[in-house]
Protein backbone atom coordinates (compact mmCIF):
# COMPACT_ATOMS: atom_id res chain seq x y z
CA UNK A 1 0.00 0.00 0.00
CA UNK A 2 3.21 2.41 0.56
CA UNK A 3 4.33 2.20 -2.66
CA UNK A 4 0.79 2.94 -4.21
CA UNK A 5 0.71 5.96 -2.01
CA UNK A 6 3.80 7.18 -2.98
CA UNK A 7 3.03 6.19 -6.76
CA UNK A 8 -0.19 8.58 -6.68
CA UNK A 9 1.63 11.76 -4.83
CA UNK A 10 4.11 10.77 -7.44
CA UNK A 11 1.30 11.11 -9.88
CA UNK A 12 -1.70 13.92 -9.15
CA UNK A 13 1.16 16.21 -7.28
CA UNK A 14 0.24 19.97 -8.60
CA UNK A 15 -2.38 18.00 -10.61
CA UNK A 16 -4.47 21.52 -10.07
CA UNK A 17 -1.71 23.57 -11.92
CA UNK A 18 -2.37 20.75 -15.57
CA UNK A 19 -2.20 22.46 -18.62
CA UNK A 20 -3.70 21.58 -21.93
CA UNK A 21 -1.65 19.46 -24.45
CA UNK A 22 -3.24 21.95 -27.30
CA UNK A 23 -4.08 18.79 -29.87
CA UNK A 24 -5.28 16.33 -27.67
CA UNK A 25 -7.58 18.33 -24.82
CA UNK A 26 -9.24 20.33 -28.04
CA UNK A 27 -9.98 16.69 -29.45
CA UNK A 28 -11.30 15.93 -26.12
CA UNK A 29 -13.54 18.98 -25.36
CA UNK A 30 -14.77 18.12 -29.40
CA UNK A 31 -15.58 13.99 -27.88
CA UNK A 32 -17.71 15.24 -25.60
CA UNK A 33 -20.03 16.96 -27.59
CA UNK A 34 -22.21 13.87 -29.04
CA UNK A 35 -21.39 9.95 -29.52
CA UNK A 36 -20.16 10.30 -32.96
CA UNK A 37 -17.43 12.73 -31.56
CA UNK A 38 -16.65 10.66 -29.05
CA UNK A 39 -16.17 7.41 -30.90
CA UNK A 40 -14.67 8.58 -34.02
CA UNK A 41 -12.26 11.02 -32.13
CA UNK A 42 -13.43 14.17 -33.87
CA UNK A 43 -10.73 16.70 -33.31
CA UNK A 44 -12.98 19.76 -33.76
CA UNK A 45 -16.58 20.59 -32.51
CA UNK A 46 -18.21 20.46 -36.35
CA UNK A 47 -16.76 16.93 -36.32
CA UNK A 48 -14.66 17.60 -39.67
CA UNK A 49 -11.79 15.56 -38.95
CA UNK A 50 -10.58 13.25 -36.69
CA UNK A 51 -7.29 13.42 -34.53
CA UNK A 52 -3.98 11.73 -36.74
CA UNK A 53 -4.26 8.62 -34.15
CA UNK A 54 -7.27 6.18 -33.38
CA UNK A 55 -8.90 7.72 -30.43
CA UNK A 56 -9.40 5.21 -27.48
CA UNK A 57 -6.38 6.39 -25.15
CA UNK A 58 -8.77 9.68 -24.88
CA UNK A 59 -12.14 8.06 -24.30
CA UNK A 60 -11.07 7.84 -20.46
CA UNK A 61 -10.12 11.63 -20.52
CA UNK A 62 -13.47 12.17 -22.44
CA UNK A 63 -14.85 10.06 -19.62
CA UNK A 64 -13.59 12.08 -17.07
CA UNK A 65 -14.07 15.67 -18.77
CA UNK A 66 -17.88 14.56 -18.63
CA UNK A 67 -18.09 13.62 -15.09
CA UNK A 68 -15.64 16.37 -13.55
CA UNK A 69 -15.79 19.29 -16.17
CA UNK A 70 -13.69 20.37 -18.62
CA UNK A 71 -10.83 20.86 -16.78
CA UNK A 72 -6.47 20.44 -17.56
CA UNK A 73 -6.47 18.25 -14.45
CA UNK A 74 -9.75 16.34 -15.11
CA UNK A 75 -7.86 15.19 -18.31
CA UNK A 76 -4.59 14.26 -16.16
CA UNK A 77 -6.46 12.54 -13.69
CA UNK A 78 -6.93 9.17 -15.59
CA UNK A 79 -3.21 9.00 -16.39
CA UNK A 80 -2.70 8.95 -13.01
CA UNK A 81 -5.03 6.42 -12.00
CA UNK A 82 -3.47 4.22 -14.93
CA UNK A 83 0.01 5.11 -13.58
CA UNK A 84 -0.69 3.80 -10.16
CA UNK A 85 -2.62 0.89 -11.33
CA UNK A 86 0.41 -0.22 -13.25
CA UNK A 87 2.56 -0.26 -10.49
CA UNK A 88 -0.02 -2.78 -8.70
CA UNK A 89 -0.59 -5.16 -11.56
CA UNK A 90 3.31 -5.38 -11.75
CA UNK A 91 3.58 -5.99 -8.12
CA UNK A 92 1.00 -9.13 -8.57
CA UNK A 93 2.57 -10.66 -11.85
CA UNK A 94 6.61 -10.47 -10.58
CA UNK A 95 4.91 -12.16 -6.85
CA UNK A 96 2.85 -14.97 -8.46
CA UNK A 97 6.59 -15.46 -10.45
CA UNK A 98 9.37 -14.74 -8.80
CA UNK A 99 7.87 -13.76 -5.18
CA UNK A 100 6.85 -11.43 -2.72
CA UNK A 101 10.50 -9.66 -2.42
CA UNK A 102 11.23 -9.83 -5.86
CA UNK A 103 7.47 -8.29 -6.77
CA UNK A 104 8.10 -5.83 -4.40
CA UNK A 105 10.90 -4.65 -5.72
CA UNK A 106 9.67 -4.48 -8.88
CA UNK A 107 6.64 -2.03 -8.24
CA UNK A 108 9.11 0.15 -6.51
CA UNK A 109 11.44 0.49 -9.26
CA UNK A 110 8.80 1.29 -11.59
CA UNK A 111 7.12 3.69 -9.44
CA UNK A 112 10.67 5.29 -9.31
CA UNK A 113 11.45 5.02 -12.68
CA UNK A 114 11.17 8.64 -14.42
CA UNK A 115 9.22 8.02 -17.47
CA UNK A 116 6.07 6.09 -15.17
CA UNK A 117 5.87 9.31 -12.97
CA UNK A 118 5.61 10.99 -16.57
CA UNK A 119 3.61 9.18 -17.62
CA UNK A 120 1.19 9.26 -14.57
CA UNK A 121 1.14 12.93 -15.12
CA UNK A 122 0.53 13.68 -18.95
CA UNK A 123 -2.37 12.95 -21.64
CA UNK A 124 -0.19 11.22 -23.74
CA UNK A 125 -1.55 7.21 -24.85
CA UNK A 126 0.93 5.59 -23.14
CA UNK A 127 -0.72 5.19 -19.73
CA UNK A 128 -3.44 3.39 -20.49
CA UNK A 129 -1.42 1.71 -22.97
CA UNK A 130 1.00 0.03 -20.77
CA UNK A 131 -1.64 -0.64 -18.17
CA UNK A 132 -3.94 -2.87 -20.66
CA UNK A 133 -0.62 -4.81 -21.93
CA UNK A 134 -0.28 -5.45 -18.48
CA UNK A 135 -3.55 -6.77 -17.90
CA UNK A 136 -3.09 -8.95 -20.75
CA UNK A 137 -0.02 -10.50 -19.17
CA UNK A 138 -1.96 -10.76 -16.31
CA UNK A 139 -4.82 -12.81 -18.28
CA UNK A 140 -1.98 -14.78 -20.24
CA UNK A 141 -0.45 -15.77 -16.73
CA UNK A 142 -3.68 -17.35 -15.50
CA UNK A 143 -4.06 -19.19 -18.51
CA UNK A 144 -0.65 -20.80 -18.80
CA UNK A 145 -0.74 -22.21 -15.42
CA UNK A 146 -3.72 -24.39 -16.31
CA UNK A 147 -3.78 -24.01 -19.88
CA UNK A 148 -7.03 -22.18 -19.79
CA UNK A 149 -8.72 -21.03 -22.65
CA UNK A 150 -11.16 -18.35 -21.06
CA UNK A 151 -8.58 -16.10 -19.51
CA UNK A 152 -6.22 -16.27 -23.12
CA UNK A 153 -9.03 -14.95 -24.70
CA UNK A 154 -9.41 -12.43 -22.22
CA UNK A 155 -6.26 -11.12 -22.79
CA UNK A 156 -6.77 -11.25 -26.72
CA UNK A 157 -9.32 -8.87 -25.76
CA UNK A 158 -7.14 -6.93 -23.66
CA UNK A 159 -4.04 -6.42 -26.69
CA UNK A 160 -7.50 -5.36 -28.97
CA UNK A 161 -8.42 -2.67 -26.82
CA UNK A 162 -4.98 -1.71 -26.19
CA UNK A 163 -4.84 -1.98 -30.47
CA UNK A 164 -7.08 1.27 -30.13
CA UNK A 165 -4.69 3.49 -28.03
CA UNK A 166 -1.32 2.75 -29.57
CA UNK A 167 -2.58 0.92 -33.13
CA UNK A 168 0.68 -1.94 -34.24
CA UNK A 169 2.40 -1.40 -31.55
CA UNK A 170 0.00 -3.11 -29.17
CA UNK A 171 0.33 -6.41 -31.19
CA UNK A 172 4.51 -6.37 -30.35
CA UNK A 173 3.41 -7.86 -27.15
CA UNK A 174 2.16 -10.76 -28.63
CA UNK A 175 5.48 -12.46 -29.12
CA UNK A 176 5.74 -12.68 -25.47
CA UNK A 177 2.51 -13.53 -24.90
CA UNK A 178 2.30 -16.29 -27.80
CA UNK A 179 5.79 -17.77 -26.48
CA UNK A 180 4.89 -17.92 -23.00
CA UNK A 181 1.69 -19.78 -23.45
CA UNK A 182 2.95 -22.17 -26.43
CA UNK A 183 6.08 -23.80 -24.68
CA UNK A 184 4.60 -23.43 -20.82
CA UNK A 185 0.96 -24.46 -20.99
CA UNK A 186 -0.04 -27.86 -19.53
CA UNK A 187 -1.40 -28.94 -22.13
CA UNK A 188 -0.98 -30.93 -25.27
CA UNK A 189 1.01 -28.90 -28.50
CA UNK A 190 -2.36 -29.28 -30.58
CA UNK A 191 -4.59 -28.02 -28.17
CA UNK A 192 -2.20 -25.04 -27.25
CA UNK A 193 -1.87 -24.09 -30.84
CA UNK A 194 -5.86 -24.45 -31.11
CA UNK A 195 -6.29 -22.09 -27.62
CA UNK A 196 -3.66 -19.72 -29.49
CA UNK A 197 -5.82 -19.60 -32.96
CA UNK A 198 -8.68 -18.53 -30.90
CA UNK A 199 -7.34 -15.91 -29.05
CA UNK A 200 -5.71 -14.43 -32.33
CA UNK A 201 -9.10 -14.57 -33.40
CA UNK A 202 -10.13 -12.46 -30.58
CA UNK A 203 -7.12 -10.15 -31.20
CA UNK A 204 -7.81 -9.59 -34.62
CA UNK A 205 -11.52 -9.15 -33.79
CA UNK A 206 -10.97 -6.35 -31.38
CA UNK A 207 -8.16 -4.69 -33.17
CA UNK A 208 -9.68 -3.88 -36.07
CA UNK A 209 -13.56 -2.93 -34.93
CA UNK A 210 -13.16 1.06 -34.61
CA UNK A 211 -11.30 0.51 -38.49
CA UNK A 212 -13.90 -1.61 -39.85
CA UNK A 213 -16.88 0.88 -37.87
CA UNK A 214 -15.06 3.39 -39.63
CA UNK A 215 -14.39 1.85 -43.38
CA UNK A 216 -18.73 0.73 -43.47
CA UNK A 217 -19.56 3.98 -42.07
CA UNK A 218 -20.31 6.18 -45.00
CA UNK A 219 -17.64 9.00 -45.47
CA UNK A 220 -20.32 12.27 -45.36
CA UNK A 221 -21.53 10.56 -41.86
CA UNK A 222 -18.34 10.78 -40.05
CA UNK A 223 -15.17 13.12 -40.04
CA UNK A 224 -12.40 12.58 -42.19
CA UNK A 225 -9.73 10.78 -41.01
CA UNK A 226 -6.48 12.54 -40.43
CA UNK A 227 -3.07 11.57 -41.93
CA UNK A 228 -4.54 10.38 -45.18
CA UNK A 229 -5.21 11.33 -48.09
CA UNK A 230 -8.02 8.69 -49.07
CA UNK A 231 -9.98 9.02 -45.97
CA UNK A 232 -9.14 5.59 -44.99
CA UNK A 233 -8.74 4.29 -41.61
CA UNK A 234 -6.52 1.37 -42.93
CA UNK A 235 -4.03 4.31 -44.32
CA UNK A 236 -4.21 5.92 -41.11
CA UNK A 237 -3.30 2.64 -38.81
CA UNK A 238 -0.88 1.02 -41.26
CA UNK A 239 0.77 3.87 -43.38
CA UNK A 240 1.16 6.97 -41.64
CA UNK A 241 1.33 5.24 -37.61
CA UNK A 242 2.84 2.44 -38.52
CA UNK A 243 5.03 2.30 -41.61
CA UNK A 244 5.85 6.10 -41.90
CA UNK A 245 8.06 5.29 -38.27
CA UNK A 246 10.41 3.44 -40.24
CA UNK A 247 11.36 5.52 -43.23
CA UNK A 248 15.07 5.10 -41.84
CA UNK A 249 15.26 1.81 -42.95
CA UNK A 250 13.94 2.47 -46.54
CA UNK A 251 10.43 1.97 -46.06
CA UNK A 252 7.88 4.07 -48.03
CA UNK A 253 4.57 4.79 -46.01
CA UNK A 254 2.90 6.75 -49.54
CA UNK A 255 1.83 3.65 -51.20
CA UNK A 256 -0.44 3.33 -48.45
CA UNK A 257 -2.70 5.92 -48.97
CA UNK A 258 -0.49 7.86 -45.85
CA UNK A 259 0.27 11.40 -45.76
CA UNK A 260 3.97 11.03 -46.49
CA UNK A 261 5.75 14.25 -44.44
CA UNK A 262 9.08 12.65 -42.88
CA UNK A 263 9.17 12.44 -39.32
CA UNK A 264 10.22 16.28 -39.33
CA UNK A 265 6.09 16.62 -39.46
CA UNK A 266 5.94 14.24 -36.14
CA UNK A 267 7.38 16.90 -34.13
CA UNK A 268 11.13 15.14 -34.50
CA UNK A 269 12.79 17.23 -32.38
CA UNK A 270 14.85 14.47 -30.39
CA UNK A 271 15.84 14.90 -26.59
CA UNK A 272 19.53 14.77 -27.29
CA UNK A 273 22.27 13.56 -28.96
CA UNK A 274 22.55 9.86 -30.24
CA UNK A 275 19.15 9.29 -31.57
CA UNK A 276 19.74 8.13 -34.99
CA UNK A 277 17.56 4.62 -35.76
CA UNK A 278 19.69 2.06 -33.92
CA UNK A 279 20.27 0.10 -30.69
CA UNK A 280 22.21 3.09 -29.62
CA UNK A 281 19.49 4.89 -29.37
CA UNK A 282 18.20 3.30 -26.43
CA UNK A 283 21.43 4.31 -24.49
CA UNK A 284 21.20 8.03 -25.43
CA UNK A 285 21.13 10.47 -22.41
CA UNK A 286 17.72 11.44 -23.58
CA UNK A 287 15.85 7.77 -23.22
CA UNK A 288 17.93 6.45 -21.04
CA UNK A 289 17.98 8.99 -18.28
CA UNK A 290 14.05 8.74 -18.82
CA UNK A 291 14.03 4.74 -18.39
CA UNK A 292 17.06 2.91 -18.40
CA UNK A 293 18.39 3.47 -14.73
CA UNK A 294 18.33 0.00 -14.24
CA UNK A 295 19.95 -1.62 -17.60
CA UNK A 296 22.75 -3.35 -15.93
CA UNK A 297 20.56 -4.67 -13.40
CA UNK A 298 18.07 -6.02 -16.00
CA UNK A 299 20.16 -7.50 -17.99
CA UNK A 300 21.82 -9.13 -14.99
CA UNK A 301 18.42 -10.63 -13.61
CA UNK A 302 18.03 -11.70 -17.31
CA UNK A 303 21.19 -13.28 -17.91
CA UNK A 304 21.44 -15.06 -14.65
CA UNK A 305 18.09 -16.65 -14.87
CA UNK A 306 17.97 -17.70 -18.21
CA UNK A 307 21.46 -19.32 -17.24
CA UNK A 308 19.88 -21.07 -14.26
CA UNK A 309 17.23 -22.55 -15.87
CA UNK A 310 19.58 -24.09 -18.51
CA UNK A 311 21.71 -25.59 -16.35
CA UNK A 312 19.15 -27.00 -14.37
CA UNK A 313 17.00 -28.16 -17.47
CA UNK A 314 13.34 -27.66 -15.42
CA UNK A 315 10.10 -29.33 -17.27
CA UNK A 316 8.72 -26.37 -19.84
CA UNK A 317 5.77 -25.88 -17.41
CA UNK A 318 8.42 -24.53 -14.81
CA UNK A 319 6.97 -21.18 -13.34
CA UNK A 320 10.78 -19.40 -13.50
CA UNK A 321 11.24 -20.77 -16.75
CA UNK A 322 7.85 -18.87 -18.29
CA UNK A 323 8.07 -15.99 -16.61
CA UNK A 324 12.09 -15.35 -17.81
CA UNK A 325 10.57 -16.35 -21.34
CA UNK A 326 7.79 -13.68 -20.96
CA UNK A 327 9.98 -10.75 -19.90
CA UNK A 328 12.74 -11.62 -22.01
CA UNK A 329 10.68 -11.55 -25.59
CA UNK A 330 9.01 -8.74 -23.84
CA UNK A 331 11.71 -6.59 -23.43
CA UNK A 332 13.41 -7.74 -26.48
CA UNK A 333 11.09 -7.13 -28.98
CA UNK A 334 10.13 -3.29 -27.53
CA UNK A 335 13.93 -2.89 -27.16
CA UNK A 336 14.51 -4.02 -30.90
CA UNK A 337 11.37 -2.26 -32.32
CA UNK A 338 12.09 1.12 -30.55
CA UNK A 339 15.86 1.23 -31.58
CA UNK A 340 15.08 0.96 -35.56
CA UNK A 341 11.72 2.55 -35.67
CA UNK A 342 11.65 6.13 -35.00
CA UNK A 343 9.74 7.33 -31.86
CA UNK A 344 10.67 11.11 -32.82
CA UNK A 345 12.10 12.19 -29.45
CA UNK A 346 9.17 11.04 -27.40
CA UNK A 347 10.14 9.55 -24.20
CA UNK A 348 7.20 8.31 -23.35
CA UNK A 349 7.01 5.39 -25.90
CA UNK A 350 9.52 3.71 -23.39
CA UNK A 351 6.57 3.07 -21.18
CA UNK A 352 6.58 0.08 -21.70
CA UNK A 353 10.35 -0.98 -21.68
CA UNK A 354 10.22 0.64 -17.98
CA UNK A 355 7.78 -2.11 -17.27
CA UNK A 356 10.07 -5.67 -18.07
CA UNK A 357 13.11 -3.66 -17.28
CA UNK A 358 11.70 -3.24 -13.69
CA UNK A 359 10.24 -6.92 -13.38
CA UNK A 360 13.98 -8.51 -14.73
CA UNK A 361 15.45 -5.99 -12.31
CA UNK A 362 13.36 -7.31 -9.06
CA UNK A 363 14.45 -10.92 -9.83
CA UNK A 364 17.53 -10.03 -10.38
CA UNK A 365 18.38 -8.24 -7.12
CA UNK A 366 16.63 -10.85 -5.12
CA UNK A 367 18.47 -14.30 -6.48
CA UNK A 368 21.81 -12.30 -6.26
CA UNK A 369 21.11 -11.30 -2.83
CA UNK A 370 20.39 -15.13 -1.95
CA UNK A 371 23.52 -16.09 -3.92
CA UNK A 372 25.61 -13.57 -1.88
CA UNK A 373 23.84 -14.95 1.73
CA UNK A 374 25.03 -18.50 0.73
CA UNK A 375 28.24 -17.42 0.38
CA UNK A 376 29.34 -19.61 -2.22
CA UNK A 377 31.40 -18.69 -5.60
CA UNK A 378 28.30 -16.63 -7.01
CA UNK A 379 28.26 -14.36 -3.91
CA UNK A 380 30.82 -11.99 -5.34
CA UNK A 381 27.67 -11.06 -8.30
CA UNK A 382 25.77 -8.48 -5.90
CA UNK A 383 28.42 -5.67 -4.93
CA UNK A 384 29.61 -5.83 -8.81
CA UNK A 385 26.19 -5.81 -10.23
CA UNK A 386 26.03 -2.51 -7.53
CA UNK A 387 28.98 -1.18 -8.62
CA UNK A 388 28.49 -1.41 -12.36
CA UNK A 389 24.71 -0.03 -11.87
CA UNK A 390 26.15 2.92 -9.96
CA UNK A 391 29.06 4.01 -11.95
CA UNK A 392 26.29 3.48 -15.17
CA UNK A 393 24.01 5.92 -13.09
CA UNK A 394 27.11 8.50 -12.65
CA UNK A 395 27.93 8.25 -16.37
CA UNK A 396 23.99 9.14 -16.75
CA UNK A 397 24.21 12.05 -14.74
CA UNK A 398 27.23 13.59 -16.70
CA UNK A 399 25.02 14.57 -19.15
CA UNK A 400 23.19 17.22 -17.14
CA UNK A 401 25.82 18.25 -14.54
CA UNK A 402 23.94 20.79 -13.49
CA UNK A 403 21.05 19.32 -12.20
CA UNK A 404 20.84 18.77 -8.75
CA UNK A 405 24.81 18.24 -8.65
CA UNK A 406 24.76 16.30 -4.92
CA UNK A 407 23.07 13.60 -6.42
CA UNK A 408 25.99 12.24 -8.06
CA UNK A 409 28.37 12.10 -5.13
CA UNK A 410 25.78 10.99 -2.62
CA UNK A 411 25.04 7.96 -5.02
CA UNK A 412 28.70 6.85 -4.70
CA UNK A 413 29.22 7.34 -1.08
CA UNK A 414 25.81 5.21 -0.52
CA UNK A 415 27.64 2.80 -3.22
CA UNK A 416 31.01 2.46 -1.54
CA UNK A 417 29.18 1.79 1.95
CA UNK A 418 27.33 -0.78 0.28
CA UNK A 419 30.44 -2.31 -1.03
CA UNK A 420 32.12 -2.28 2.22
CA UNK A 421 29.22 -3.81 4.29
CA UNK A 422 28.79 -6.50 1.70
CA UNK A 423 32.58 -7.22 1.32
CA UNK A 424 33.36 -8.63 5.14
CA UNK A 425 33.72 -11.74 4.66
CA UNK A 426 35.31 -14.16 7.59
CA UNK A 427 34.71 -10.88 10.30
CA UNK A 428 32.43 -11.27 13.22
CA UNK A 429 30.89 -8.09 11.61
CA UNK A 430 29.88 -10.17 8.55
CA UNK A 431 27.27 -12.68 10.14
CA UNK A 432 25.26 -9.92 12.04
CA UNK A 433 22.15 -10.06 10.03
CA UNK A 434 21.41 -5.97 10.54
CA UNK A 435 25.25 -5.76 8.83
CA UNK A 436 24.15 -7.89 5.98
CA UNK A 437 20.56 -5.65 5.51
CA UNK A 438 22.03 -2.59 6.00
CA UNK A 439 24.59 -3.49 3.02
CA UNK A 440 21.55 -4.26 0.45
CA UNK A 441 20.08 -1.60 1.34
CA UNK A 442 22.99 0.48 1.02
CA UNK A 443 23.22 -0.63 -2.44
CA UNK A 444 19.99 -0.25 -3.13
CA UNK A 445 19.81 3.56 -2.32
CA UNK A 446 23.10 3.89 -4.29
CA UNK A 447 21.17 2.43 -7.31
CA UNK A 448 17.92 3.95 -6.81
CA UNK A 449 18.70 7.27 -5.33
CA UNK A 450 19.45 8.92 -8.97
CA UNK A 451 16.04 7.79 -10.73
CA UNK A 452 14.45 8.70 -7.57
CA UNK A 453 15.72 12.40 -7.29
CA UNK A 454 14.81 12.53 -10.91
CA UNK A 455 11.05 11.23 -10.23
CA UNK A 456 10.44 13.64 -7.40
CA UNK A 457 11.63 16.47 -9.08
CA UNK A 458 8.21 15.91 -10.59
CA UNK A 459 6.65 17.51 -7.73
CA UNK A 460 8.63 20.96 -8.75
CA UNK A 461 6.64 23.20 -11.35
CA UNK A 462 10.40 24.05 -12.53
CA UNK A 463 11.17 20.64 -13.55
CA UNK A 464 7.42 19.36 -14.74
CA UNK A 465 3.75 20.45 -14.77
CA UNK A 466 1.07 17.83 -15.02
CA UNK A 467 -0.77 17.69 -18.38
CA UNK A 468 2.71 17.53 -20.43
CA UNK A 469 4.74 15.30 -22.40
CA UNK A 470 6.15 12.68 -19.95
CA UNK A 471 9.29 13.88 -19.28
CA UNK A 472 10.56 14.60 -15.81
CA UNK A 473 13.97 15.96 -14.90
CA UNK A 474 16.18 19.29 -16.55
CA UNK A 475 15.15 18.42 -19.96
CA UNK A 476 11.55 18.50 -19.61
CA UNK A 477 9.84 21.37 -20.64
CA UNK A 478 7.38 22.51 -18.00
CA UNK A 479 4.67 25.30 -18.35
CA UNK A 480 3.42 26.08 -22.18
CA UNK A 481 0.22 24.26 -22.88
CA UNK A 482 -3.61 25.31 -24.61
CA UNK A 483 -4.89 28.73 -23.35
CA UNK A 484 -7.99 28.64 -20.95
CA UNK A 485 -8.75 32.54 -22.05
CA UNK A 486 -8.81 33.55 -25.50
CA UNK A 487 -6.49 36.64 -25.91
CA UNK A 488 -8.28 40.36 -26.78
CA UNK A 489 -7.60 40.36 -30.24
CA UNK A 490 -8.91 36.48 -30.71
CA UNK A 491 -11.94 37.27 -28.37
CA UNK A 492 -12.83 40.19 -30.89
CA UNK A 493 -12.63 37.67 -33.97
CA UNK A 494 -14.82 35.53 -32.00
CA UNK A 495 -17.37 37.99 -31.56
CA UNK A 496 -17.16 39.51 -35.21
CA UNK A 497 -17.50 35.68 -36.53
CA UNK A 498 -20.63 34.79 -34.13
CA UNK A 499 -22.17 38.11 -35.06
CA UNK A 500 -22.23 37.60 -38.75
CA UNK A 501 -22.46 33.53 -38.74
CA UNK A 502 -25.88 33.75 -40.68
CA UNK A 503 -27.07 30.15 -39.10
CA UNK A 504 -23.61 28.53 -40.57
CA UNK A 505 -22.54 25.16 -38.89
CA UNK A 506 -18.92 26.33 -38.72
CA UNK A 507 -18.18 30.01 -37.83
CA UNK A 508 -15.32 29.68 -40.20
CA UNK A 509 -12.46 27.25 -41.43
CA UNK A 510 -8.76 28.71 -40.56
CA UNK A 511 -5.44 27.45 -42.02
CA UNK A 512 -4.60 25.01 -39.59
CA UNK A 513 -5.34 22.91 -36.20
CA UNK A 514 -3.66 25.17 -34.03
CA UNK A 515 -5.55 28.28 -35.21
CA UNK A 516 -8.69 26.28 -34.34
CA UNK A 517 -7.55 24.76 -31.01
CA UNK A 518 -7.79 28.35 -28.98
CA UNK A 519 -11.10 28.84 -29.96
CA UNK A 520 -11.70 24.89 -29.09
CA UNK A 521 -10.39 24.93 -25.91
CA UNK A 522 -11.81 28.26 -24.72
CA UNK A 523 -15.22 28.01 -25.80
CA UNK A 524 -15.99 24.92 -27.84
CA UNK A 525 -16.29 27.18 -30.75
CA UNK A 526 -16.98 25.36 -34.18
CA UNK A 527 -13.88 25.78 -36.17
CA UNK A 528 -12.95 23.99 -39.09
CA UNK A 529 -9.46 23.03 -39.27
CA UNK A 530 -7.55 22.97 -42.74
CA UNK A 531 -4.98 20.42 -43.40
CA UNK A 532 -5.10 17.94 -40.45
CA UNK A 533 -2.32 18.00 -38.04
CA UNK A 534 0.53 17.89 -40.49
CA UNK A 535 -1.39 20.41 -43.01
CA UNK A 536 -0.85 18.14 -45.36
CA UNK A 537 -4.09 16.18 -45.98
CA UNK A 538 -6.39 17.20 -48.54
CA UNK A 539 -9.17 18.28 -46.39
CA UNK A 540 -11.35 20.19 -47.63
CA UNK A 541 -10.62 20.00 -51.12
CA UNK A 542 -11.53 23.04 -53.08
CA UNK A 543 -15.14 20.89 -54.07
CA UNK A 544 -15.74 19.60 -50.50
CA UNK A 545 -14.94 23.87 -49.46
CA UNK A 546 -17.12 24.93 -52.49
CA UNK A 547 -20.23 22.22 -51.30
CA UNK A 548 -19.81 23.74 -47.44
CA UNK A 549 -20.08 27.44 -48.31
CA UNK A 550 -22.83 26.47 -51.11
CA UNK A 551 -24.64 24.55 -48.69
CA UNK A 552 -24.50 27.64 -45.93
CA UNK A 553 -22.60 25.46 -43.71
CA UNK A 554 -19.16 27.88 -43.94
CA UNK A 555 -19.35 31.35 -44.80
CA UNK A 556 -15.97 32.77 -43.61
CA UNK A 557 -12.35 31.23 -44.75
CA UNK A 558 -9.28 32.22 -42.98
CA UNK A 559 -5.95 32.19 -44.80
CA UNK A 560 -2.34 32.57 -43.93
CA UNK A 561 -0.87 35.91 -44.32
CA UNK A 562 1.99 35.75 -47.28
CA UNK A 563 5.48 35.71 -45.91
CA UNK A 564 7.32 38.85 -45.58
CA UNK A 565 10.07 39.60 -47.66
CA UNK A 566 12.90 37.44 -46.55
CA UNK A 567 11.40 35.35 -44.07
CA UNK A 568 10.87 31.32 -44.48
CA UNK A 569 8.05 30.39 -45.92
CA UNK A 570 6.41 26.86 -45.72
CA UNK A 571 4.85 25.76 -49.18
CA UNK A 572 1.23 25.31 -49.18
CA UNK A 573 0.22 21.38 -49.83
CA UNK A 574 -1.35 21.18 -53.28
CA UNK A 575 -5.12 20.91 -52.27
CA UNK A 576 -4.05 23.74 -49.77
CA UNK A 577 -2.70 26.10 -52.26
CA UNK A 578 -6.11 25.35 -54.47
CA UNK A 579 -8.45 26.22 -51.87
CA UNK A 580 -6.20 29.78 -50.80
CA UNK A 581 -6.37 30.82 -54.58
CA UNK A 582 -10.25 29.86 -55.18
CA UNK A 583 -10.86 32.19 -51.92
CA UNK A 584 -8.95 34.69 -52.77
CA UNK A 585 -10.56 35.02 -55.93
CA UNK A 586 -14.30 33.77 -55.73
CA UNK A 587 -14.68 35.68 -51.86
CA UNK A 588 -14.77 39.07 -50.21
CA UNK A 589 -11.79 39.95 -47.86
CA UNK A 590 -12.91 41.58 -44.62
CA UNK A 591 -10.41 44.32 -43.85
CA UNK A 592 -9.03 43.53 -40.09
CA UNK A 593 -10.25 46.79 -39.04
CA UNK A 594 -13.85 44.97 -39.03
CA UNK A 595 -12.57 43.03 -36.37
CA UNK A 596 -10.28 44.76 -34.18
CA UNK A 597 -7.00 43.23 -36.03
CA UNK A 598 -4.61 41.70 -33.86
CA UNK A 599 -1.86 38.99 -34.00
CA UNK A 600 -1.55 35.49 -34.54
CA UNK A 601 -5.15 36.22 -36.76
CA UNK A 602 -5.67 34.97 -40.34
CA UNK A 603 -7.07 37.05 -42.87
CA UNK A 604 -10.55 37.04 -43.51
CA UNK A 605 -12.65 36.36 -46.48
CA UNK A 606 -16.35 36.26 -46.74
CA UNK A 607 -17.72 33.65 -49.01
CA UNK A 608 -21.53 33.87 -49.77
CA UNK A 609 -23.46 30.76 -51.35
CA UNK A 610 -23.67 32.63 -54.34
CA UNK A 611 -19.50 34.17 -54.33
CA UNK A 612 -19.22 37.52 -56.05
CA UNK A 613 -16.31 38.56 -57.41
CA UNK A 614 -13.30 39.62 -55.38
CA UNK A 615 -13.10 43.04 -53.66
CA UNK A 616 -10.91 44.54 -51.39
Given at each position: MSLLALAAVLDTWGIDRSVYHVFYASAVRSMTDSPTAFFFGSFDPGNSITLDKLPG???????????????PWALVLPQAVEGVACVLLLHVLVRRWAGVPAGLLAAGFLTLTPVTVGLGRSI???????????????????????????????????????????????????????????????????????????????????????????TVVPAQSRPYIDGTTNNSAYSMVVGYNFLSRFDAVGVDAGGTGSIDTGQAAHHASGPGPGMGDSVLKMFSPGLATQTGWLYPLAALGLAWGLAVVWRRRPGRTDRMFTGYLLWGVWLATFF????????????????????????????????????????????????????????????LTLCYRHFLSWQGPAALVLGVVSLALLGLRGTRLAHRPRTAMAGLAAGLAAVMLIPTVWSASALSPRYN??????????????????????????????????AHRGGAKYLAAVPAWNDASAYILAVNAPMLPMGGFTGQVPYPTPQAMQRLISSGELRYVGLRHPPKKGRHHTALAPDAAAVAHWVTTHCTHIPSSAYGGGAHLPMLYRCDARPSARQE
Amino acid sequence: MSLLALAAVLDTWGIDRSVYHVFYASAVRSMTDSPTAFFFGSFDPGNSITLDKLPGFLWPQALSAMLFGFHPWALVLPQAVEGVACVLLLHVLVRRWAGVPAGLLAAGFLTLTPVTVGLGRSIVEDAPFVLLLLLAAEATWRAVERARLRPLLLAGVWVGVAFQCKMLEAWAVLPALGVAYLVAAPTTWRRRAGHMALAGVVTMAVSVSWMVVATVVPAQSRPYIDGTTNNSAYSMVVGYNFLSRFDAVGVDAGGTGSIDTGQAAHHASGPGPGMGDSVLKMFSPGLATQTGWLYPLAALGLAWGLAVVWRRRPGRTDRMFTGYLLWGVWLATFFAAFSFGSVTGHTYYMGVVAVALSALSGAGLVRAWRAWQRRGRRAWVLPTVIAVNVVWCLALTLCYRHFLSWQGPAALVLGVVSLALLGLRGTRLAHRPRTAMAGLAAGLAAVMLIPTVWSASALSPRYNQPGGMARVGPASRPGGGGPSRLTPARERFLAYLEAHRGGAKYLAAVPAWNDASAYILAVNAPMLPMGGFTGQVPYPTPQAMQRLISSGELRYVGLRHPPKKGRHHTALAPDAAAVAHWVTTHCTHIPSSAYGGGAHLPMLYRCDARPSARQE
